[in-house]
Each structure stands twice: as structure tokens, then as C-alpha cells.
């Protein structure tokens, strides 16, 4: 299997554009998570799905974060207008819920720079 | 809400030498997960303790669980360059899908 797959890498953007950040979560996985990393707040979960359908969002920042999950295998963060206090590594995580409590396999992350 | 602090926050080790980092949680926990991300990468699972005193080994790591389900630790011995990164200890609470995770230790070795 190829893992959690993230796009981009790595995104530079200018304050007031918007981003969109994209997860291809493990085959057969059916719960996801977005987490955005920063050295000031460590790891820190934004929006929980489960089934496609969201679970719990109350970690998204502010109503200029929105994500979706049109289907088992994409999810997309957006945020709109970005800010550079948004600039972090947002990672993506999925999980197998047939495992009660398993691990999380995390994508490789997406750098986002606000400038 | 359940938080799960972990300590100490930067530890800087002489190659060889052992060290220890410490987690705990302010609820008892379902499991508790340790995680390792190298400088610039993602984390990674390490393992799983569910058990109330489990203890864990793998390789140089030793894990370690709480007999109240609440702390745990991972040491590790005769340090070397590759155990380079931050270690992220993560609790699950009963009956919550959340996994929380503490801030992380980084570990960083001097040849």
C-alpha cells in the first residue's frame, strides 16, 4: 500500500489566497483526521471524519478553514483567506475503525508558508 | 478536557548514554501509543500498550504503562545518531475516538 498520500509538499502563497490541501487516505480506511503542526502548539487536531461524514470539526481555527470528504478516498483542507499565522505543516491521518483505538498512519505533510 | 503532558520537552544525550521521557495523562486511558518523527518527517507509529503495568521492548526502546493506566514512559539505552527525532507519547480516553497527543520530546545526540 502506498500510505496517506498529501499534495502538495510544499506550498508557498501570499496572504489572502487560498489554499487547498489534498489526502488520499490508506485504501479501506474509514476514519481520517487533519492535524496542523507548528512548533508553538505541537500537534494539534482540526477535523475528524468518520465514513466521510464529519464527526468533529471544533479544532478548525476559524470559518476561514473548511474541509470535505466527497468520498472514501479524498479529503480536502481549505483555507480561505490564508493568514501567515497559518503557516504550519497540516498533516493528514487515517485509520482502520475495525482496529478499536489503533494507530494513525500519517501522510508525509503539506508545508504551507503564508507570507 | 483530557490532556497529556509529557516530559521534558528537549533532551540532548551523548551517544551511548541512556535517557528516559515521561508521559501522563490527566484521565485513565483505553491505550496509550508512542510515535517518532524524524527532523522534517511525519510521525511514525511505534507501538501500542493497552495493558494496565504492560511493558514493552524493542530493540534499545523499553515502553512502559502505568498500573493506573494514567502515565508511561519509554526508555531508551546506549543511545545512538539514528534515535535522533521527537517522540510523541498519545492516549486514547475510553469511549473517545480522539487521540491526544503530548507535546513531544526531541532528542538530539552528540557524536
Known amino acids: 500500500d502506498a500510505g496517506v498520500i498529501q499534495s502538495p509538499r510544499h506550498e508557498v502563497t501570499e496572504m489572502g489566497q487560498e489554499v487547498t490541501l489534498r489526502c488520499k487516505p490508506i485504501?479501506?480506511?474509514?476514519?481520517l483526521f487533519w492535524y496542523r503542526q507548528t512548533m508553538m502548539r505541537g500537534l494539534e487536531l482540526l477535523i475528524y471524519?468518520?465514513?466521510?461524514?464529519?464527526?468533529?470539526d471544533s479544532g478548525m481555527p476559524e470559518d476561514r478553514f473548511s474541509a470535505k470528504m466527497p468520498n472514501a478516498s479524498f479529503s480536502t483542507l481549505k483555507i480561505q483567506p490564508s493568514e501567515p499565522r497559518d503557516s504550519a505543516v497540516y498533516f493528514c491521518?487515517?485509520?482502520?475503525?475495525?482496529?478499536?483505538?489503533?494507530?494513525?498512519?500519517f501522510g508525509e505533510g503539506s508545508r504551507l508558508t503564508v507570507l | 478536557g483530557q490532556q497529556v503532558m509529557q516530559i521534558p520537552q528537549y533532551q540532548h544525550v551523548q551517544e551511548g548514554e541512556d535517557f528516559t521521557t515521561y508521559c501522563n495523562s490527566s484521565?485513565?486511558?483505553?491505550?496509550i501509543q508512542w510515535y517518532k518523527q524524524r527532523p522534517g518527517g511525519h510521525p511514525v507509529f511505534l507501538i501500542q500498550?493497552?495493558?494496565?503495568?504492560e511493558v514493552k521492548k524493542q530493540k534499545r526502546l523499553t515502553f512502559q504503562f502505568g498500573e493506573a493506566k494514567k502515565n508511561s514512559s519509554l526508555h531508551i539505552t546506549a543511545t545512538q545518531t539514528t534515535d535522533v527525532g521527537t517522540y510523541f507519547c498519545?492516549?486514547?480516553?475510553?469511549?473517545?475516538?480522539?487521540?491526544?497527543f503530548g507535546a513531544g520530546t526531541t532528542v538530539t545526540v552528540r557524536a
Open positions: 484521565t485513565t486511558l483505553s491505550n
Open positions: 498519545a492516549g486514547y480516553p475510553y469511549n473517545d475516538y480522539k487521540l491526544s
Open positions: 491521518a487515517s485509520r482502520d475503525e475495525a482496529e478499536f483505538h489503533g494507530e494513525l498512519f
Open positions: 471524519f468518520n465514513n466521510n461524514v464529519p464527526i468533529d
Open positions: 485504501s479501506g480506511h474509514n476514519s
Open positions: 500498550l493497552v495493558k494496565s503495568g
